[in-house]
């Protein structure tokens, strides 16, 4: 959804890591990718070379960003599989598509998220196709907000 | 001298960062809610522990966590339920159940001690994670604290449909004011562990050094050297490999 927003297309089953972490169509996409996936390993010669991979690729305050990004969701995934919560009721809604296009309902946490009535399904499949228009258009607004809020401060 | 003071870091660190991570240390020395400092930084030591803890590579391995039985290399004296949540909140979460947690609370361990559990060891395994992902040593631990937990609970707190009861913005007590910021929504995620809420205030405090603040989350664009999408390719991939669906 933050590419859509940010204008960029990009390729959610990059988060699946392999050859669609390289064609993510985000920026050293690859590079990041193989980062995450050894700072999780326990090959300290591997993270080794991803960290020096970033830090060639996209600098050391990126690197600094990249590794406090891993450690965040390291906590957040914890804490939304360690307390049961569900899907916010909007997030639900709007994905969806996503979610089956990733398969992440094959996980053992989606069973904390119950189905949802057949209403509820229904407004999720008719929002679907607004999902990434909007999401486009926020951006767009956000940046133009931004744009405006530059030239008036200079 | 102050701790993490990132001598050793291959780059220079964001003072932000380096604040927040002080101000966790302090809060894990004191006193909480529901157990002592010294229990608090007992949690801490117990989660460094579970990475080499042979039952838990087992587990882990297994087809299902259950099938393997045993004992857990321990560090630390806590009750067994708590060391049973600390190793498996951070070796194995995917795959923890309503049904297991019900367990842990028959064998007397109560959702106050759980949540402040929890919190200890998310604080403490986020910041590690950022260290070894940067390739720096982990911070020892601070010398705890005396004094007793405030045993307090907060009012407002509600089932919502998850594992715990939570409190929705809108009951929030004048205590709790200000909790999930500004906005009158809060994500599941964030309210989560509400039921102490100083895990709450200690999760806005990293969450906005490690990736944004939560007033900032629906801005697509960041003060990071990364981007949005490259935030969220990192954050994404990081779940996806802990199997995570929310």
């Avoid at chain 1, 193989?34 to 990126?62: C, I, M, N, Q, Y």
């Avoid at chain 2, 630390?76 to 498996?88: T, V």
């Avoid at chain 2, 707190?157 to 929030?172: F, N, Q, V």
């Amino acid at each position: 959804m933050s590419g859509e927003a940010t204008g960029q297309a990009v390729d959610v089953r990059a988060v699946w890591g392999g050859a669609a972490a390289g064609a993510s169509g985000v920026r050293h996409g690859a590079a990041l990718v193989a980062f995450a996936e050894a700072a999780l390993g326990a090959d300290a010669s591997a993270l080794d070379k991803a960290r020096a991979e970033v830090l060639a690729a996209l600098g050391p305050e990126a690197l600094v960003d990249s590794a406090a990004v891993i450690g965040n969701f390291q906590r957040m995934v914890r804490i939304a599989d360690s307390t049961g919560i569900p899907l916010d009721t909007p997030l639900d809604l709007v994905t969806g598509e996503m979610r089956r296009e990733l398969g992440l309902e094959a996980f053992g946490s989606a069973a904390n998220t119950p189905p949802g009535s057949a209403t509820k399904r229904l407004i999720g499949r008719l929002l679907q196709p607004f999902t990434r228009r909007i999401f486009r258009h926020l951006g767009a607004i956000q940046r133009l907000l931004r744009r405006r809020d530059s030239r008036a401060s200079s | 001298m102050q701790p993490f003071s990132y001598a050793d870091a291959p780059v220079p660190v964001r003072e932000d960062l380096t604040d927040a991570h002080r101000r966790a240390w302090q809060n894990l020395a004191r006193p909480g809610n529901w157990w002592t400092g010294a229990e608090r930084v007992a949690i801490a030591d117990e989660l460094r522990a579970a990475s080499s803890c042979q039952l838990c590579r087992e587990r882990k391995a297994a087809l299902k966590p259950n099938a393997v039985s045993g004992s857990h290399d321990t560090a630390s004296e806590l009750p067994d339920p708590a060391i049973e949540a600390i190793h498996r909140i951070t070796s194995d979460p995917a795959r923890l159940t309503r049904t297991w947690f019900d367990e842990l609370a028959t064998a007397g361990l109560d959702d106050g001690h759980y949540v402040e559990l929890l919190g200890v060891v998310v604080c403490v395994l986020s910041i590690d994670a950022f260290h070894r992902a940067l390739g720096v040593v982990l911070e020892p631990l601070p010398r705890p604290e005396p004094g007793e937990p405030s045993r307090r609970r907060p009012e407002g707190l509600a089932p919502e449909g998850a594992w715990l009861p939570m409190i929705r913005p809108e009951r929030l007590g004048e205590a709790e004011r200000g909790l999930y910021g500004r906005s009158a929504m809060s994500a599941n995620v964030i309210r989560a562990m509400s039921l102490v809420p100083d895990a709450v205030r200690e999760l806005r405090s990293l969450s906005a050094a490690h990736y944004l603040a939560i007033e900032n989350m629906q801005r697509m664009e960041t003060n990071r050297a990364l981007d949005r999408a490259q935030m969220e390719l990192v954050a994404g991939r990081v779940s996806a490999l802990n199997e995570c669906f929310y």
